[in-house]
Nanobody, 120 residues
Framework: QVQLVESGGGLVQAGGSLGLSCAPS????????MSWYRQAPGKQRELVAGITSGGSTNYADSVKGRFTISRGNAKNTVYLQMNSLKPEDTGVYYC??????????????WGKGTQVTVFS
């Protein structure tokens, strides 16, 4: 069974940077799309950034210019570099991956999340 494992979360002061990583364990599918989501306390989960196997990316407006999503050489790994962090970036960050094409939340594989806390 495929499991996605996130790492790199933590506590950072506003204006600082963090990098998140996500890699699969278990069966080695080739993921067509990988994304990062986040969920802040009391709020719904939202898409932060996504990337296809071809390298096309998309970002939430709130993170454009500050966050960068990328894929590793192994293609099944995904990273999220977060710069100029703000307290509103606080939340649990989840990695998601889709084997079949553009990411569809209902069929994607999900990680268990990593906490990011930004304090002012």
């Amino acid at each position: 069974q495929v499991q996605l494992v996130e790492s790199g979360g933590g506590l950072v002061q506003a204006g600082g940077s963090l990098g998140l990583s996500c890699a699969p364990s278990g069966s080695m599918f080739t993921f067509k799309a990988m994304s990062w989501y986040r969920q802040a306390p009391g709020k719904q989960r939202e898409l932060v950034a996504g990337i296809t196997s071809g390298g096309s990316t998309n970002y939430a407006d709130s993170v454009k210019g500050r966050f960068t999503i990328s894929r590793g050489n192994a293609k099944n790994t995904v990273y999220l570099q977060m710069n100029s962090l703000k307290p509103e970036d606080t939340g649990v960050y989840y990695c998601a991956a889709d084997v079949f094409g553009p990411l569809v939340e209902g069929r994607a594989y999900w990680g268990k999340g990593t906490q990011v806390t930004v304090f002012s």
